[in-house]
Nanobody
Framework: QVQLVESGGGLVQPGGSLRLSCAAS????????MGWYRQAPGKQRELVAV???????NYGSSVKGRFTISRDNAKNTVYLQMNSLNVEDTAVYYC???????????WGQGTQVTVSS
């Protein structure tokens, strides 16, 4: 079974930075997207960033300009560089890999990001 292992979360002060990583346990075929979602308590899960197979990216409006998504296909890893963090960024961040196979997607276990002074 494919597993996505996330790392890099933790506690950071406002204005600080974190870099999240998500590594797949094996090569996933027919990948269409690799991305990050987040969910804060009492809120819906929302898109943070996604990078498509062709290299284009999309960002949630609240993080655009502050976060950068990147990938290393050889390592089956996607990264999220988060800068200028604020308390509104506090959430559990989930990695997701989408594929061209209908109904086939993979989710990480989630990593907690807490921004607090």
């Amino acid at each position: 079974q494919v597993q996505l292992v996330e790392s890099g979360g933790g506690l950071v002060q406002p204005g600080g930075s974190l870099r999240l990583s998500c590594a797949a346990s094996k090569i996933i075929f027919s990948i269409t997207s690799m991305g990050w979602y987040r969910q804060a308590p009492g809120k819906q899960r929302e898109l943070v960033a996604v990078i498509w197979s062709g290299g284009s990216t999309n960002y949630g409006s609240s993080v655009k300009g502050r976060f950068t998504i990147s990938r290393d296909n050889a390592k089956n890893t996607v990264y999220l560089q988060m800068n200028s963090l604020n308390v509104e960024d506090t959430a559990v961040y989930y990695c997701k890999v989408g594929t061209a196979l209908r109904g086939t997607e993979y989710w990480g276990q989630g990593t907690q990001v807490t921004v607090s002074s």
